[in-house]
């Protein structure tokens, strides 16, 4: 069997057969802390800096961001950024409780569906699960309110961010992963897909020139929900 | 396997250097992925850390490889995966085509992968009826074209704007015959439409690995576009093709090496789209594959275990080596006449399909070094390609005339009296042939090797020379 043979050449050539108990056990025990290395200086700043941070990468790899005082300015948010872009105000909306619950009444002229994206749909408004200073991404873990075609399918995605859950470094957010969630199938907690998002969809292959919009979306933006007091620009 | 044309390297290399449009394009491209991995790395102070980092974690993997696919395999049958272990290309395609009848597959959408052109999957599946389409830009066009990519992260480096619309026009047929394309967006624009209808349509959806990761049973996929995850999100099933040194132990390791890819290869600080995959859908999930299957492929990796050419198996396909090499800079990638060109190509292809017939890739260098102080992953790449020299000559392989050559310096350099000899004269001569320019445009008995190039005149005496004026000096 193949598994065997490879494994065999492996140990063939590494002169030594398969792992003994106690060596076994350290590499058991390195998974289980799963230990940091080294995280760049750039993102240990205080809470108002960090998300200072964020935003200037988003803005960097051509993302936008919008920051609201709460979450019940989030449909006004929404509206007035699909009015500048000329877009039709009709979105697919992540089946989230967070999002489900807000104030969307006040905007009448806004329709939505939440259910999972169709090719046809041209906006998305998704829920961010945490989010990186340190290159201004998003983490995007797939579970039944956060499905994965939101990410892709329409041309402009809108992504409901709480400033609260912004961290510095990409392994304070596995952190966020790894305490926040069980997985049903595994007991793990990665769930079958987590996107880490830097900004719209792009591609270098024509002459090596950069352009927008490739497959994803062309438009990336982002509404911050000022929800930490800690974070806050200071005045 | 793809058919491979590295003995003919010297042939291959003089059609590139008098093929203007690849000159054309090779001149366009070079200096922006130099300029834009320089920027990246200056802006963040600890990258030469950051290498050592991730040369020690690739270590660690490859000292406990055994241990560490287990573990993968392990969890991927956790969340509901199923891993295809394959020694061989042959096997890696039966694997793929079966899942894909299983499947009752028509079309499949592929993301990039090296592994893939390697394992020469496209022809595989149409002679059995399944259509491969491939979705990322650049694999797009040279798909179109059946051609093979000539750089590993940016297969359409070869080809310039004018070629793209031709090709374009010549396939789109249902399109209007006149259209205009002002912009490159405009060629991008035509793609995304077009791929479009065929993301939706497949029935498998192809990737590649840049990391498998054991603790978790994932596999990591790196791009900009977004096609990769269009490729894996929509079909029924999804395959991901990796090879046995892609695994890293956790998550906190392939963030490590995520700092250092894009770096490396784009310039880019990260890339817009990182994204794991860990077995099938959830239950309640609306979306996503419900078969999440991964072809290990080993394909001769596994003998570069303990040989002098396991340090190899650290790349991360980064690109950042034929980037900053002159030699590919010169010729392009398809003179390599294999799958991988460049420096790691150089390495790696006379390890995977003999020093028989790659004899000649690792002797195309000029050992400036320039690729092992870009790599990422700190890989001795010049030492390496000596290696290969090494074997070659042992296996007599070298050419006559390299060999008798060869024979005579080391005759002569054995001999220091007549070297130092030797090597006045040729300073001399040099320099009265140069009639006081810095170079020679073309030598007498070296024509093939000045067509290509000029001889620097020697601006001193020997070095020898020198030594002893330094020593009196003193």
């Known amino acids: ?235 | 396997m793809v058919q491979i044309t590295s003995p003919a390297f010297k042939q291959n290399a003089a059609r590139a250097l008098a093929d203007a449009g690849l000159q054309k394009a090779l001149g366009k491209a070079k200096g922006a992925f130099l300029q834009r991995r320089a920027e990246a790395v200056a802006r963040l102070p600890e990258f030469e850390e950051l290498r050592n980092i991730g040369r020690d974690i690739k270590n660690h993997t490859l000292a406990n490889l055994d241990f560490y696919l287990e573990t993968f395999a392990a969890n991927v049958e956790r969340a509901g995966g199923k891993v295809h272990w394959c020694s061989t290309a042959d096997e890696a395609r039966a694997a793929v085509l079966e899942i894909c009848r299983q499947a009752g597959a028509k079309t499949v959408t592929k993301g990039k992968s090296m592994i893939s052109e390697e394992i020469a999957l496209n022809d595989h599946l149409e002679k059995n009826g399944v259509t491969p389409v491939e979705t990322d830009l650049g694999e797009y066009i040279i798909q179109l074209r059946k051609e093979h990519p000539s750089h590993i992260i940016a297969p359409a480096f070869h080809l310039n704007r004018e070629d793209w619309e031709a090709d374009f026009r010549r396939m789109h047929t249902d399109l209007p015959a006149d259209r205009v394309f002002n912009e490159r967006r405009d060629i991008l624009a035509e793609a995304r439409t077009k791929l479009r209808q065929r993301f939706i349509a497949a029935d498998v959806g192809i990737t590649g690995a840049n990391f498998l990761i054991a603790e978790t049973g994932s596999s990591v996929i790196v791009t900009n576009e977004g096609n990769g995850d269009l490729t894996q999100t929509l079909p029924r099933v999804h395959i991901a093709l990796a090879s046995i040194e892609k695994v890293v132990p956790t998550l906190e390791d392939a963030t490590s090496l995520l700092r250092l890819l894009a770096r490396s290869a784009t310039g880019q600080d990260f890339s817009v789209y990182t994204t794991f995959s860990t077995g099938g859908r959830r239950p309640g999930d609306l979306d996503g594959p419900e078969e999440y299957h991964v072809v290990l492929i080993d394909n001769g990796r596994s003998n570069m275990i303990g040989s002098e050419f396991q340090e190899m198996l650290r790349c991360i396909r980064c690109a950042a080596c034929m980037n900053h090499c002159p030699v590919y800079g010169a010729t392009g990638g398809h003179a390599y006449g294999w799958v991988y060109p460049g420096p790691m190509g150089s390495v790696l292809t006379p390890a995977l399909v003999g020093v028989d017939k790659a004899g000649l890739l690792p002797n195309a260098s000029t050992f400036c070094g320039k690729c092992e102080s870009v790599c990422p992953m700190k890989i001795p790449l010049p030492n390496m390609m000596r290696h290969w020299r090494e074997r070659e000559f042992e296996r007599h392989l070298t050419p006559a005339t390299v060999r008798s050559n060869l024979a005579l310096w080391a005759w002569v350099a054995q001999r220091p009296g007549l070297y130092r000899f030797a090597t006045k004269m040729a300073v001399g001569t040099l320099r009265l042939l140069a009639q006081g320019k810095g170079a020679l445009r073309s030598m007498p008995f070296a024509g093939g090797w000045t067509q290509g190039r000029d001889l620097p005149v020697p601006e001193g005496g020997t070095f020898m020379d020198r030594y002893a004026k330094m020593q009196r000096g003193r």
């Open chain 1, 1 to 235: 069997m193949s598994k065997e043979a490879i494994l065999g050449a492996i140990r063939r050539g590494l002169k030594r057969g398969p792992l003994p108990a106690d060596q076994r056990a350290m590499l058991e025990g390195r998974l289980a802390t799963h230990p940091r290395h080294l995280i760049p200086q750039r993102s240990r700043l205080p809470r108002p800096e960090q998300v200072t941070l964020f935003v200037k990468n988003v803005e960097k790899e051509f993302g936008t961001v919008a920051r609201v005082a709460s979450a019940a300015e989030v449909p006004g948010a929404v509206a007035d950024y699909l009015a500048q872009q000329n877009l039709a105000p009709r979105f697919v909306l992540a089946p989230n409780d967070e999002l489900t619950g807000l104030p969307w009444s006040e905007k009448p002229l806004l329709e939505f569906e939440a259910r999972r994206a169709q090719p046809t749909d041209t906006v998305s408004v998704q829920h961010g699960f945490a989010a990186i200073a340190e290159t201004g991404t998003l983490m995007l873990p797939s579970d039944p309110q956060r499905p994965t075609t939101l990410n892709l399918l329409a041309e402009t995605e809108i992504v409901v961010l709480r400033a609260s859950r912004i961290v510095g470094a990409y392994e304070e957010a596995w952190d966020r992963l790894r305490a926040e969630r069980t997985d049903p199938v595994t007991g793990g907690f990665m769930p079958r897909n987590v996107m880490l998002v830097t900004g719209p969809s792009r591609s270098a292959d024509i002459e090596q020139t950069l352009e927008l919009g490739a497959h994803g979306p062309r438009r990336l933006h982002i509404v911050l929900v000022d929800d930490d007091p800690a974070a806050l620009p200071e005045a």
